[in-house]
């Protein structure tokens, strides 16, 4: 997901910042909104979706 988002939105993106976690949590967070969370539905995210989702976030 990282080279996609780089690749897509690499002039809107100002910052890319991964934090290593454990127990397969994963959140995603654009200029402090938080996108997704596995945390709270459980399940891993549909990668697709998640760089539509940023590009909406970063107005791109």
């Not at 709270?40 to 107005?59: H, R």
């Amino acid at each position: 997901m990282t080279a996609k988002l780089l690749t897509r939105y690499k002039r809107a993106i100002s910052r890319y910042v991964m934090i290593p976690s454990s127990k397969g949590c994963f959140e995603l967070t654009v200029g402090g909104k938080r996108l997704y969370s596995k945390l709270q539905t459980g399940e891993f995210p549909d990668e697709n979706q998640l760089v539509d989702a940023v590009g909406k976030a970063l107005g791109a």
